[in-house]
Structures are given as structure tokens and as C-alpha cells.
């Protein structure tokens, strides 16, 4: 039981290997630590020399206390499990990490000890994308089966997702005005609030929340959100509290003294479907872009086909046993004693700098950097009767339209998510394509290969009889059978068309511009396929649902939609290519 600066104990296991002193490897978990998964990868280290220190995180597991707040206190107990490992006898000098999502997510915090080595945080970025949408199917059974609580079951969320699937599928509508008004407990805590902007409240609290430590952080998110205890439904709630461009989950150094503090190697290893794939290459480019160069040489990057905890992409599974990696530590050893050894020997230089797979061709391909150097931007312009191709519109061609019903969502068959009900990856979109609320934009037959690599984007015009909204954009790869392979999507809600901005809602029946950030993927559309890409304005339950009311009360309204693409409103797909022309 290693005690915590406060005073709380966490229950932690320590798999000692013959020889000592050693180098050590530390996880920190909340979904136990003496579970087969753990101990066995445990173990695997262990015979091969190294430490290993498994702990689980406060309120989970059998760490005290007896409720779990989610997140909120791993800044602190990361960085004093280090302080604890450094003082050790066993202890010789060098600390690595390995875990995926949350026990990746309290790597970085591990890192700004010091005494760190070197982290391998797997599909968990820094926090840095902000959220202008709330995750919804999964969300709800994690936060009612993982840590301790009276109001926790104890059905694991893999199967209380399935149990609650009812309850999911009938829940989850965004009806929120562009500020959601403060409590009258916070307001009498601070009073001044009174007298300033919404946007000017929710930048003076987030200063407060970062100045604070972690108890006062946890008293203060209890207290805004009038709950008992956080779990991730609130921790996905702190963008109305303090500003869609804010994520809770980053740590609160400033940018500069974060950057300083993650002077160690880092490897990135995520998924082409990893449901925060977004973020983890928004880590990437803040690591790149400003550290001294020296240090800069510590950072690697690893995109796998795979999705957050499974296999992603499903082509060629049969032939390509690689497709059957998912991200876990167990599925990993390999890989990390090798960049522990790496790290150690002073060897980094042997590793490329970025590590990729190449869905459809089904490859690994190394590169300088990400995004890839080279890539050449190519526009796919939507135009009148759903084609997709390289030409600009030169008319006025009429626009599409299409009517979204909140009651009756277009609804989530797969893709960048995390579920134990809906199959993540890349799934068959064909079927709802043929919705009567999903617009579809499809290029002719590709004479060549098509190595599309790189951040997407959609760049589109429309407008909607709503005063808020939401639109989303998929491409998919369409092979000559007529299966359309989902390979990314993205969502704007129009609110936040100005992501930099403050939030804004719509004139109805006015054309905006906008910009709907599609993440990026790395595929390669072979001749004979076609590209396709297709709008709508839910992706349900992987998201919440918006009631296109913008916080009037009253029940769900549906909201006439109109995509442009003429010559003055010319809507199109940007595409980072390797090789080739456009169709």
C-alpha cells in the first residue's frame, strides 16, 4: 500500500526479476491490476529482467478510497508512484511505462517526473483537441462498472453495454444553449462572475481549476456540476463548463512548461480506428513543433489498422495476420522491450520516425515525419447527381437536400467508436447510404492505385432551417462488389464553426462555409474502386444527438438541411496523396 502525498494509500504489486538492481517498468490502471491481462505481461517482464510495478489507481481496485473520480487525481499519484519507485533499492535507474487508453492516459503524467525514462502511451493522446460533441453508447456503462462507488454495478462494462443498449438507444439528445448558465453555488463562490461575459466566466474558471491541486479541482468540478463524484460523463460535461476548446483530460501546465517537462523519448503507438486517433496526432504535432531539436529525435510515432481495443480494419484478415492486432499490452510485449532496449542502448536512431500501415495494399510503410512530407492536397469537388471528381463546378447547379430527424438518427454501424455491441472498423456503409437523410458523393472507377495518406478534411457549404445543428462526413473506399469500407468520418456542430471562436448559432437558411475536421487515414483505393464520401448529421449512438433547438424547450424538431455545390459554393473533399492523379 504506497502512500500517496495526502495521505491515501494505493494498493500496488511489484514483480521482482533475479537479478537486482534492474530497470523498471510501471502501469497504472483502473480496471485492476492482479486481473490475467496485467499479471501475465507482468510476469512476461519480469523473466526477461525488468521490475514491474502494477498499481491500481485511487478509488479503483483495492486502492483506497471507496469512490473513484475519474481522472482527476493521476497528475499527483503518477508523479509520486516515481518519487516512490526512485527511492527503492531495486530501482537502477531507469523507469519506462506501457499501458493503453486510461492506464496510457496516466503515462503522461508519470512523464513529468524526472526520474522518467520513457513512455509508450497507446491509443491515449494529451488531451489537446477539445470536444464540441459528447461520446454517448459506451460512455454509460463505463462510467456505472469501473471503480468503486455505491452507485456502481458489478456487471463489467463489456457486458453492461449490451444490458443497457434499450436505455442508450432512447436517450442521448444535445438540447444546450451556446453557454450553459452557471450554478447558483458556483455564482456565490465566485461572485464576479456575475459581471462578465459567459466566454470571460469560463476562461477565469478554467484558470482557477488549473491553479488549484487535485482535491480542489475535484471539489470544484463537484460543485459546478452538482454531483458527488466525477466519473467520465462528467469529465465529457467540462466542455460546457469551461469552453469548447478545453480539454479536462490535458494536463494544466502551461504549453511551455509542458513541453519542458516531457524531455524523454515518447512512443506514440495508435490506431487508424482508434476513437482518438484525432488526439494522439494533435500530440504528435505539439511534441514536433516546438521542443529543441535535440530532443526531438526521442519522438516516435506507430499507426496500427486497428481500432481502440480490437481489430479495425477487416480487409484481407484471412491473408494479413497483422490486421488481428489490437491494443493491448499483452499484444505488445515484443514491441516494447524492444524500445525499452532501444532507449537503454541509446539506439533510437536505429527506429524510423514514423511507422505506418497502409490499409488496402495491406503494408507497413516507415516516414520522416507526419503529417507524410510530400503529400500533394487534392480537392474532390461534390457535384449534381452525387459525383465526386477533381473538376470545379462552373454553373449554378442546383443543391441537395435532405431532412434529419432527431427521433430517427442516422444511425452508427461502425467505425472510429469503442463498443462491445457495434462492430468498431471498417464495416459495410452501403445500407445506409441509402438513407433518405444521407447525401452520397461517389468518384468514377479508378483506372490506378490511389495512395491516400494524410490528414482529411470537407470543406462544405450549406445551410439548414435550424438555429443549430449538426453535420457529419464520411469517406468510404468502394470496392467493384458494391461495399462501401468505412474508413473515417467527422462531425461539426455548427455552433462551433469557428472552433477558434466563440460559439455562434445559425441563421436559418443562410450558407455558411465549413470546415469539418475528418481526421486522417492512411488506405490505398486500388484500381477498379471508387471514392466515395457521404453527409448526414448524426452518427448515433457513437455521439449524441442533437434536437436542433439550441436549449428552447420543447421536444426534438426536425431540420431541412441543403448541401451546395456550385460554382459560388463549390463544396469540396481535400486528400493528402502519395501517388497518382485524382479521379
Known sequence: MVPMRDGVSLATDVYLPHDVPAPVIAIRTPYGRGMDTYAAVSLSFARRGYVVVAQDCRGTGDSEPDTWDYYVYESEDGYDLVDWISKQDWFDGFIGACGSSYTGSTQWLMALHPKMSTIVPEVAGLGLTGSTLKSHMFVNAYARSVGKGQDKVSIPYSDLERHML????????????????????????????????????????????????????????????????????????????????????????????????????????????????????????????????????????????????????????????????????????????????????????????????????????????????????VALYLGCGGRLSSEVPQDDSAPDQYTYDPQAPTPTVGGSIVSYVYPPGSVDVSEVQNRQDVLVYTSERLSHDLDVVGPLSLVLYASSSAVDTDFVARISDVFPDGRAIQLQNGILRARYRSFAGEPELLEPGRVYRLEIDMWATANRFRAGHRLRIDISSSDFPRLERHSNRAGDSGLPISALQTVYHDRRHPSHLLLPVLNGKAP
Open 166 to 377: 434499450e436505455e442508450t438507444l432512447s436517450t442521448g439528445f444535445f438540447n444546450e444553449p451556446p453557454y450553459r448558465p452557471f450554478s447558483e453555488a458556483l455564482l456565490e463562490r465566485f461572485p464576479e462572475f456575475r459581471q462578465l461575459s459567459p466566454a470571460a466566466a469560463q476562461q477565469r474558471l478554467w484558470e482557477c481549476f488549473c491553479s488549484l491541486g487535485c482535491a480542489g479541482r475535484a471539489e470544484l468540478l463537484k460543485e459546478a456540476l452538482g454531483v458527488k463524484t466525477i466519473t467520465i460523463l462528467q469529465a465529457e460535461s467540462c466542455a460546457a463548463l469551461f469552453g469548447h476548446r478545453i480539454s479536462p483530460y490535458s494536463p494544466t501546465l502551461g504549453r511551455s512548461a509542458l513541453l519542458q517537462s516531457l524531455q524523454l523519448p515518447i512512443l506514440l503507438n495508435t490506431g487508424w480506428y482508434d476513437w482518438g486517433l484525432d488526439d494522439t496526432l494533435a500530440t504528435w504535432s505539439l511534441l514536433r513543433g516546438e521542443p529543441p531539436a535535440a530532443q526531438q529525435s526521442g519522438y516516435r510515432l506507430f499507426i496500427a489498422p486497428s481500432a481502440h481495443n480490437m481489430p479495425g480494419y477487416h480487409e484481407g484478415m484471412t491473408d494479413h495476420p497483422e490486421l488481428h492486432h489490437s491494443h493491448r499490452v499483452a499484444s505488445s510485449v515484443e514491441l516494447l522491450l524492444r524500445w525499452y532496449a532501444a532507449v537503454r542502448e541509446n539506439t533510437l536512431d536505429s527506429w524510423p520516425r514514423v511507422i505506418f500501415y497502409l490499409m488496402g495494399a495491406n503494408e507497413w510503410y516507415c516516414a520522416d515525419d507526419w503529417p507524410i512530407p510530400g503529400a500533394q492536397s
